[in-house]
Every structure is written in structure tokens, then in C-alpha cells.
């Protein structure tokens, strides 16, 4: 799987803080393709990202975290000029939402054209996977990720999109223009209830969603999550299924969303999705209870998961 999208540094409040008054940050590296991309890797698919970035130790600590889990990062342009993209991350405790604050502006990916890039190597590939989150940043962000799913699908090489709808990055009128094109042609598509109703205008309950845009978007797998209420698999042959979702106590929540993507599509690429998504809620339930947008998953995590013991 290959992917591409912008490289971050997550900065986290404390529990119980709020940005403007905390007095300490955990940091950690983040990218929703590139957490996708590190999960898959761990899991043992072979991964590629791509994305471009300024020389320099945030670059490093980017570079590090996702390399050290096996993504090929050869593919990522450097450059001597700009900085790095960073977002801030209030966790917020009931009844006070999570708030993110983004601070995302002059960075060098933002600005980024399709020359850039190794598209020959890029598309040596069985799956590209782009998100709906590098395509709302700029115009030239949303042109470099459709210039990807065309020539994907111009070499027969299946497309995999996560609509992530981010309401701080544009709105659902924004989004449909974009999205909806890459979102025909995918061979699977991720979307929320939510955002199928503020993004292709499809509005509903459970299942029912996910049926209709599969209906009509003509996407031949489609993908809904919906909170706590379930997860719901939607395909042209085989109908509709219900996935129920345990909640688990909540460390740190991004980067879960992620990780059901990246189990989803490990087992979709063996040609079972079903499982694939039994598999990406166990990862997500582990993605929740430790710090950090990656998941890192070792061999016998999963099957932990059956109980609350210690592992000795």
C-alpha cells in the first residue's frame, strides 16, 4: 500500500488542561495516511508514504517514528525552507468535548505540485490509500490527491478513500466537489454516518446510510463507523452486516480511527473484509488506551484483548 499526506507534530494537554493555561505538552509525531501506513507495516503488509517536508529535528522525529515500524520513506521530499505542520489537542473530560487547534499554515506540503513526486514508484502497488483530510488542506493539496486516485486507477491499481471529514478544513459542500469523484472510482470507501449526511447529503440511521451510499456512489465496499452504535459493511455482493462496538476506558483517542482503517483494509487485501473490520475494532480498542497517534501492535496484542490480566 502506498499513501500520501502531510507529517505532523501532535502537542497534548494533559488531562484536566486546557491549552491556555497548561503548563506542559506531550508531543508526538501524526498523520492519519502515515499512522494507516505504520499500522498495515506492523501487521506485515509492505507500506510506502510520501509527503514532503523542511529539514530538521521535528522532520527527524517524524521520520523516526513511522520508519522505525517499517514504512518506506524513501519516497519523501525534503526541502531546506518552511516548517513543520503542528496541531494542539485539548482531550477534554465530559461534559467538555476534545478541541483541536490547528496550526497547519506556510508549510511546505500545502503548496505541494504532482511533479514532485515519484509517481512510477508510488503506484508499484496494489493499493493506494488517500484521505479526505490532505485533499481539504489546499486546492494544490485536493489536485495532487486526485492526480493520484486517476492515475492509480488509470494502471489498474484499486483506491482506497477515508472521507475523515474535518469541519475546521471545509465544509460539506467543499468536500462532496472533491471527494466525490475519487469516492466513484475507490474500490472501497470509509465514511461516517455523520459525514455521508454532511458530505453526499445522505441522511438516516444505522445500516440504512451505508447501503445508500453505497447505492449511490456506485463504490463496490463502503465503510461506516457510527460511535458507539456500531459499524456497518455495505457491498454489491454480499449485502449488509452490523459490527457491534465495546467501548473501553479512553487514554488517548486520535489516531484510533486510523487504526480500524488500517485493520479494515489488512483484511480486505486478503479478500475478507468482514474480518478485516472485527480486526480494525480490536486495533482501535487498543489505539485508545495508550498515548500516541500510531498504534504500535506486537504479536499476541489482539488476542489479549479476550481478557484483563496480566500477560506474564
Not at 482531550?91 to 468535548?97: A, K, Q, T, V, Y
Not at 498515548?291 to 496480566?310: E, F, K, N, Y
Request: hydrophobic share 40%; net charge negative.
Amino acid at each position: 500500500m502506498t499513501t500520501i499526506g502531510e507529517g505532523q507534530i501532535r502537542l497534548t494537554c494533559e488531562r484536566g488542561e486546557r491549552l491556555a493555561t497548561a503548563r506542559s505538552l506531550r508531543m508526538v509525531a501524526a498523520g492519519s495516511e502515515a499512522n494507516v501506513a505504520g499500522l498495515l507495516s506492523e501487521l506485515g503488509r509492505s507500506t510506502a508514504w510520501t509527503t514532503k517536508l523542511p529539514r530538521g529535528e521535528l522532520a527527524d522525529r517524524i521520520a523516526l517514528e513511522y520508519s522505525a515500524v517499517g514504512v518506506d520513506m524513501s519516497h519523501v521530499v525534503m526541502t531546506d525552507e518552511g516548517r513543520v505542520a503542528l496541531y494542539f489537542l485539548e482531550p477534554g473530560e465530559f461534559p467538555l468535548p476534545g478541541k483541536v487547534t490547528y496550526d497547519r499554515e506556510y508549510t511546505p506540503f500545502r503548496s505541494i505540485l504532482p511533479e514532485e513526486f515519484d509517481w512510477d514508484a508510488l503506484l508499484d502497488t496494489r493499493l493506494v490509500f488517500l484521505t479526505g483530510i490532505t485533499a481539504a488542506l489546499t486546492p494544490e493539496t485536493a489536485r495532487v490527491v486526485r492526480y493520484f486516485a486517476d492515475a492509480a486507477r488509470d494502471r489498474g491499481v484499486d483506491v482506497a478513500l477515508d472521507v475523515n471529514f474535518r469541519s475546521l478544513l471545509w465544509d460539506g459542500e467543499q468536500a462532496r466537489a472533491v471527494l466525490e469523484p475519487i469516492a466513484r472510482g475507490a474500490s472501497i470507501l470509509f465514511c461516517s454516518r455523520t459525514d455521508a449526511g454532511v458530505v453526499f447529503g445522505i441522511p438516516g440511521q444505522g445500516v440504512d446510510v451505508c447501503r445508500a451510499l453505497r447505492e449511490e456512489i456506485g463504490a463496490p465496499t463502503v465503510v461506516s463507523t457510527d460511535g458507539r452504535a456500531g459499524t456497518y459493511l455495505s457491498t454489491a455482493a454480499g449485502g449488509e452486516s452490523v459490527y457491534e462496538i465495546k467501548s473501553v476506558p479512553v487514554i488517548d483517542r486520535p489516531g484510533a480511527g486510523d487504526s480500524f482503517v488500517a485493520g479494515t483494509l489488512h483484511g480486505w487485501l486478503d479478500g475478507d473484509v468482514g474480518r478485516g473490520i472485527e480486526m480494525g475494532t480490536k486495533v482501535a480498542q487498543l489505539a485508545l488506551t495508550h498515548h500516541g497517534d500510531l498504534t504500535h501492535v506486537r504479536p499476541g496484542d489482539l488476542l489479549a484483548l479476550q481478557g484483563s490480566d496480566i500477560v506474564r
